[in-house]
């Protein structure tokens, strides 16, 4: 059974940093993409930031500079560090990955950036 854990969510300043995590298991995680997803409030869930089984990386335009996608096989993790972070960038951000006809979601992390 593939499960994916998101944890490191909260409240933060704009400006500010936070990291996000992802553990998964049930799945062989060192041969997947693991991508981040994000949903703000009333708007449809965007994709953030992925990264391959070779360990390159793809951010969408709004996030370049400020956020690093990164993984830890050993520790079937994914991690999100975001920094320069603002309320823009407030939303539930959720850890993806998928596997032929598998399409895996965790249940989210809130993030929400005050200004």
């Known amino acids: 059974q593939v499960r994916l854990v998101e944890s490191g969510g909260g409240l933060v300043q704009a400006g500010g940093s936070l990291r996000l995590s992802c553990v998964a298991s049930?799945?062989?995680?060192?041969?997947?993409?693991m991508t981040w997803y994000r949903q703000a409030p009333g708007k449809q869930r965007d994709l953030v930031a992925r990264?391959?089984?070779?360990?390159?990386?793809d951010y969408v335009d709004s996030v370049k500079g400020r956020f690093t996608i990164s993984r830890v096989n050993p520790w079937n993790t994914v991690h999100l560090q975001m920094n320069s972070l603002s309320p823009e960038d407030t939303a539930v951000y959720y850890c993806?990955?998928?596997w032929g006809p598998g399409d895996y979601w965790g249940k989210g992390t809130l993030v929400t950036v005050s200004s």
């Open positions: 993806n990955t998928r």
């Open positions: 049930g799945i062989n995680f060192k041969i997947h993409t």
């Open positions: 990264i391959f089984s070779n360990g390159t990386t």
